[in-house]
């Protein structure tokens, strides 16, 4: 089944926390990443602003959790029961009482999906509203993201990369769901993640490991005896699939002995069959009650641990925590950095990142520039002009050096590009406090008067205050790249 944009229903415009869980039934996923008419796909900015734009949580930390894996091994249907799972657990925050969640009388609901060999899922979704938590290290919006069947018979290969390759990046949990066993070619998908992580980890160490949670979810597994369901089976299967062997080719070897360099945590779960009403039969509609018991209580677990509130990071990248405002960036410019042209590369991820880490360091240097600025112009009375050129050039060089010390990771252009950018976005709030200083009422007029003759700064009259604030400007863009090109 395919989906179109109109279809999708942003969630209530008047976001709430303390009814989410009796209004759910009013969301429903929104589809924000759809498959272009080339290889590649096309963002629906409107779609994920639905989601994360509401100023109510736009400066709020965010949990991002995504299943990744093959067409029609019950993706969406796994999600929905980590949708369950935390609306159960908001509800007994608020209230303050057990969380109990998959009774009986359960029905579990919220990414569309069915039986059959068709894919029911295209592209990427996001469930319609992030749901609030409290986590140990604070309040906390949970997103669930559900991915498109890879490597299906319509979907090109580059599609499919690109879809693993965000999810990853996008997620701080994401969720490998397999069939029966851990195959060679799905550990070979991850193949990029290695090779990119030994970049970030070489051009960017401080920030710790690039990705956080990995978790290989094996639906169906058909040796409980030997290993045993759940996490502590899943650590020993897990630890057998990823010890290298002599006789491995080269790259097998090396994917199994680096993953772990490059993710906080990896883990597995051996989950058994759900049983026969809930995978052959058609007329399922997520009733608990039909769902076998082992797989229902290995299944809880799961979540539970998975989505433990005294255990749950936000998501991080470049080592901070990221925001519901700032994933919309994010999510941007990991999309436009698989442009659809050719496969994901680890250095477009990388450059995606340094833009970012760019992007974020000028609007803090911006930040600081105004802050300063803000306190030397403070009070009714205009200030002499040069005094605030004097304060421009004292605080333009404060911003340029918080700019500098962001990692030099990424090409020379990008930062070099957004140096530009700072620069312009400094002159132009020079430009804006003038103004606002102009404004002001004036007392004082003759000594107003005095103060902007030919008194010195620097040795310079007003007449030359322009060109000393260029000649600054030329003096700290020599300091900022004294060591070269970057």
Same mark, same amino acid.
């Given at each position: ?10 969630? $209530? ?71 369950? #799972?935390? #609306? ?39 469930? &319609? @509203?992030?749901?609030? =938590? ?6 906390? #919006? ?30 701080? =949990? ?63 299967? %897990?630890? *057998?699939? $990823? ?21 906080? *945590?990896?883990?597995?779960? $051996?989950?058994?069959?759900? &049983? #026969?009403?809930?995978? /052959?039969?058609?007329?399922?509609? &997520? ?45 941007? @410019? ?21 833009? $970012? ?27 002499? /002009?040069?005094? %605030? ?6 605080? &333009? =060089? ?31 709030? %020079? @430009? ?43 003096? =700290? ?10």
């Amino acid at each position: 089944m395919s989906f179109d944009f109109d279809l999708t229903a942003p969630f $209530l415009p008047e976001f709430s926390t303390r009814d989410q869980a009796e209004h759910r039934h009013k969301i429903r996923p929104v589809q924000v990443l759809a498959p272009s008419s080339s290889s590649g796909f096309r963002l629906n900015e409107s779609a994920l602003s639905s989601v994360l734009a509401h100023s109510a949580i736009g400066n709020k930390k965010v949990v991002i959790v995504s299943v990744v894996g093959a067409f029609r091994k019950g993706k969406s249907f796994l999600l929905n029961f980590f949708l369950e #799972y935390l #609306y159960s657990l908001q509800k007994s925050q608020q209230n303050d009482e057990a969380l109990e969640w998959l009774t009986d009388d359960c029905q579990v609901h919220g990414f569309h999906w069915r039986a059959g060999a068709k894919r029911d899922t295209v592209g990427v979704w996001m469930w &319609g @509203e992030p749901i609030m =938590i409290e986590a140990a290290s604070g309040e906390m #919006y949970a997103v669930l993201m559900d991915t498109q069947g890879t490597f299906d018979n319509t979907s090109t290969y580059q599609q499919c990369l690109t879809i693993f390759a965000l999810s990853t990046i996008l997620s701080c =949990i994401q969720i490998y769901n397999v069939v029966d066993n851990i195959q060679e070619d799905s550990l070979q998908h991850l193949s990029l993640f290695v090779e990119y992580g030994k970049l970030a980890m070489s051009e960017a160490r401080h920030y710790g490991k690039p990705f956080q949670t990995l978790v290989f979810c094996v639906r169906d597994f058909k040796n409980p005896e030997e290993y045993g369901y759940g996490c502590e089976g899943g650590k020993k299967f %897990l630890e *057998q699939v $990823l010890t290298p062997s002599p006789s491995q080719p080269e790259e097998a070897r090396c994917i199994r002995e680096q993953l772990s360099n490059y993710f906080d *945590q990896i883990s597995c779960y $051996l989950l058994p069959h759900p &049983g #026969y009403r809930v995978a /052959e039969r058609q007329s399922f509609r &997520g009733h608990v009650k039909d769902l076998r018991p082992v797989f229902r209580e290995e299944l809880k677990k799961m979540v539970s641990s998975l989505m433990n509130p005294h255990a749950l990071q936000p998501k991080l990248i470049n080592g901070k925590p990221v925001t519901c405002r700032k994933l919309i960036q994010y999510f941007k @410019e990991y999309v436009n950095s698989f442009d659809g042209s050719s496969l994901p590369q680890a250095n477009s991820i990388l450059n995606a990142n340094a833009k $970012l880490i760019c992007v974020e360091a000028a609007h803090e240097a911006k930040v600081a520039y105004c802050r300063g600025m803000d306190r030397s112009t403070m009070g009714s009375r205009m200030i002499p /002009e040069k005094r %605030l050129l004097e304060a421009h050039i004292k605080h &333009g =060089i404060t911003a340029l050096n918080i700019y500098d010390r962001c990692p030099k990771i990424g090409t020379t252009e990008i930062r070099s590009r957004l140096l530009a950018k700072l620069q312009e976005d400094i002159n132009a709030e %020079l @430009e804006r406090y003038k103004r606002v200083n102009a404004a002001k009422k004036v007392t004082g007029c003759a000594t107003a008067m005095t103060a902007c003759g030919d008194s010195s700064l620097l040795g310079l009259g007003l007449g030359a205050a322009t060109s000393a604030h260029s000649l600054a400007y030329s003096s =700290i863009n020599a300091l900022f790249f004294k060591d070269g090109a970057r």
